[in-house]
């Protein structure tokens, strides 16, 4: 219903009296301070130097020391899960993300899209007149509304932010973004020759919307959610901030261990009593081998070599990223605006396992289940950190940055996966400075502080739809309290591809799942139990001294899991969530015609070629020195590409990045209209489950080269670089040329790639006579 008129109005405008009041927009309350919430990826506790850590941060230092540093603040265990409960304030699988955008199930917990009754913290903000501000990751958008065409209902500017620049997906490549701007795909600004890198654009494009706003609108607060792409992998960062850490990391992980508990105990961050948990502490036979840590003490000399380097990288990138952050605080410490914007700078998880035992210079090998090969791997060790690597660090460094707790990222179940960096800085509105605070906390309690301290509430009813309760509560109690002061949260409930886990009132149950092919049998989990209030290291079981106790939480557990969608449980592996089926908006098909001057397709909803036979045919008109990118998908690190140089036609599939790269190449092309293209016909699977096959490539009806191939049945990356027709976007698929390699003299009609079992030959005669029609 509109808003009452209380002017008056007559024929004449002169003699009628306006009313602006149910016009004007809504204003903050007075003294609403801004916010800035900066989250970091795949960072456990033990990592950064405020913490104990070696990896400098001084941004992160100098906030602490004026701001306060929460030990036992926890996350969902995973990325965009943990990002969820950052956007709406609910748990995670009540907002319908269990877990990756890539891995949703069709279950109420799990769809991927949020529900209208969990409305966007910042719809609030927005509405009371913040102006809202997004920049970097996302990988809240479901994966076939990751596209061009797709709906817009969960890009960031439909959740509630005035601007947006970042990407939608899981990681990017940091040299080499897959980059959107409020609404639509954009190319990055500049190269990595030029001085580019990821950290430092986003710091640039948020210091400029805090300038425009500053120039517009002095006086309206505002909130900015900073999400860099640091510090998941690639590990990706300039030389100058890798090589500051040359020999830091030498005595290895276990002995790190050692060293940051002490540094952690000393600076007053764990109890002095607290244990050092096992590198190993699941069972054989119910733990995922890509899990395990390999003591130090058993590598090769060779193996130490690599994993120092990796070590190395990935605190450069932190530490760059760090420094990319601090130009922000400066601009709001010169502006008058550091004292009262309440800063949140925090991590979305624990450190990341995914580059398993041995560390990848390509992590997309973890997403297809395909083993690193460490000869490889040291041939590849100078290119760490550079565009030419797409690294991760072994699961013994995700070990050591998550000290003391178990494990790493994905395991809900204990700390390592989910006791994360939170440190918390506002001068206008704490007295404490540089204290430490050990209550308990969790993600879900983050918006309703934003609400408490901004002076505001999430409506029951919002937009016409009954609105599900925030389950956290605000932090701002701890602010000015005594750092053990008790907490005022009484339950949390976790949940994370088939580990189970929840606190209460200073005692946690906590189920340990082996995945078993077929079945999940869930109720033969076996549920430890630990108090935590006594033994921050989780290294006690108490399970078999308090029956009584793990039934209560136990039952607990499931009255959670029943209020927030938590059932099913999906434990299936990351090979199987990602290649689901899901239904699309668009009918299914089996031939996908794409034409140039439009953008990069992405990933999610371009044509699927993985794990089976494909045939990719392009209608040309060349001219004398034709050459340049006909059709190309993914990068350096896992994609393919058909292409003209020196006045051949070349095809290249670069699998997960292994060189020598795979190609095909025809004799010299004459000018005029040609059908041009390739088969890829799958005869069977290879040793790690990849295809393996014979490609030929064709030029007319005549095939012109021809040998084996494999292929790979996982994504190109867990983003990708998308699907181009004319040139190549980002990061170039193959190293012969760079990108975008634009195709100049001729002319490309179109491109067709199809995946049915028709005859190559027999598609050609059919793609000439539609092409012919365009």
Partial sequence: MAAEFKGTIKLDVRDSVPDWDPYLLPTAPEGAPNVLVILYDDTGMASWSPYGGRINMPTLDRLAKNGLTYTQWHTTALCSPTRSVFLTGRNHTRNSIASLMESTNGFPGNSGRIPDDCAPMAHILQDNGYSTFWLGKDHNVPEQDNAAGGSRKQWPLQMGYDRFYGFLGGETNQWYPDLAEDNHFIEQPYTPEEGYHLSKDLADQALQMLRDNRASNPSKPWYMWFCPGANHAPHQAPQEYIDKYKGAFDDGYDAYREWVLGRMIERGILPEDTDLTPFNPIPEDQANPADYVKPWDSLSDDEKTLFRRMAEVFAGFSEYTDAQIG?????????????????????????????????SVNENKFFNNYPDDLAENLTRLNDLGGPEAYNHYPTGWAAAFSTPF?????????????????????????????????????VTDIVPTILDVAGLQMPEVYRGVEQAPLPGVSMRYSFDAAPDAPTQKKRQYYNMIGTRGLWQDGWKVAATHAPITGHGRFDEDKWELYHVDEDRSESKNLADQYPEKVKELVDAWFEEADANYGLPIDDRTAMEQLTIDRPSSEPPRSRYVYYPDSGAVPEGVAVNVRGRSYKIIADVDIEEGAEGVIFAHGSRFGGHALFIQDGKLHYVYNFLGIPPEQTFVSEKLTPGKHSLGMEFVREGAGPNKESVGTTTLYVDDQAVASGPMRAQVGKFTLCGDGLCIGYDSADSVSRSYKTPYRFTGGKILGVAVDVSDEQYLDLELEAQAAFARE
């Fill in 327 to 359: 130009r922000i605080i400066d601009f709001l410490e010169e502006t008058g605006q550091l004292d009262n914007t309440i800063i949140f700078y925090c991590a979305d998880n624990g450190a990341s396992g995914e580059g398993s035992p041995d560390g």
């Fill in 406 to 442: 178990q494990m790493f990222k994905r395991y809900s179940q204990y700390s390592g996966g989910t006791c994360d960096p939170m440190i918390i800085h506002w001068p206008a509105g704490i007295r404490a400075k540089g204290e430490i605070r050990h209550q308990y906390h969790h």
